[in-house]
T-cell receptor, first 110, second 114 residues
Framework: TQLLEQSPQFLSIQEGENLTVYCNSS?????LQWYRQEPGEGPVLLVT?????EVKKLKRLTFQFGDARKDSSLHITAAQPGDTGLYLC??????????FGTGTRLQVFP | GAVVSQHPSWVICKSGTSVKIECRSL??????MFWYRQFPKQSLMLMAT?????????EQGVEKDKFLINHASLTLSTLTVTSAHPEDSSFYIC??????????FGPGTRLTVT
């Protein structure tokens, strides 16, 4: 069974702080995606990383794919209340299937 | 572009009844649609994959006779929860994918079985 473990599970921080979310697996994925989900809505794709060691930036968000393509991290700089949500990593396997990570619930207080 | 809708957005049904959830790709033709289930405070779990005109492929542990999936056209897939029980209460999310692209997720349907 392929598992994607995320840490931390919960994160509660003040506006302006930095944070990092980790996504780890024992399996190798062809690519890995990060999503953000708000309560009562479907997940929204933030980024896809494909190459081992790849780093992608999306404004204040920095995503990194591990060299072995088994792990990834999401770093948020100067978090804002609008960043509050459930962050999910998802590994792509069998060409088109996604296995989602356990999730990290982020709360940013003003 | 790439908008996926679900109907209804929430539904309450009595134990033992069946409920149908629709997933539509509004502005593209989806070669493949996926159905996920999400319990409170948990992540998304893939239930099944459906391709237009063929039988759905169910993940291990998902009862195909309980969760009937029909993918009748390139823009519509339906999930029918048959003989629903309270433990089937969950947030059901579909996604649609056109050839060679990412999955686009619907807004989800919250099912409550009383």
């Amino acid at each position: 069974t392929q598992l994607l473990e995320q840490s931390p599970q919960f994160l509660s921080i003040q506006e302006g702080e930095n944070l990092t979310v980790y996504c780890n697996s024992s399996s190798v994925f062809s690519s890995l995606q990060w999503y953000r989900q708000e309560p009562g809505e479907g997940p929204v794709l933030l980024v896809t990383v494909v190459t081992g060691g790849e780093v992608k930036k999306l404004k204040r968000l920095t995503f990194q794919f591990g060299d072995a393509r088994k792990d990834s991290s999401l770093h948020i700089t100067a978090a804002q209340p609008g960043d509050t949500g459930l962050y999910l990593c998802a590994g792509v396997y069998n060409t088109d299937k996604l296995i989602f990570g356990t999730g990290t619930r982020l709360q940013v207080f003003p | 572009g790439a908008v996926v809708s679900q109907h209804p957005s929430w539904v309450i049904c009595k134990s033992g009844t069946s409920v149908k959830i629709e997933c539509r790709s509004l502005d593209f033709q989806a070669t493949t649609m996926f159905w996920y289930r999400q319990f409170p405070k948990q992540s998304l779990m893939l239930m099944a994959t459906s391709n237009e005109g063929s039988k759905a492929t169910y993940e291990q542990g998902v009862e195909k006779d309980k969760f009937l999936i029909n993918h009748a056209s390139l823009t519509l897939s339906t999930l029918t929860v048959t003989s629903a029980h309270p433990e089937d209460s969950s947030f059901y999310i579909c996604s649609a994918r056109k050839w060679g692209s990412e999955q686009y997720f619907g807004p989800g349907t919250r099912l409550t079985v009383t």
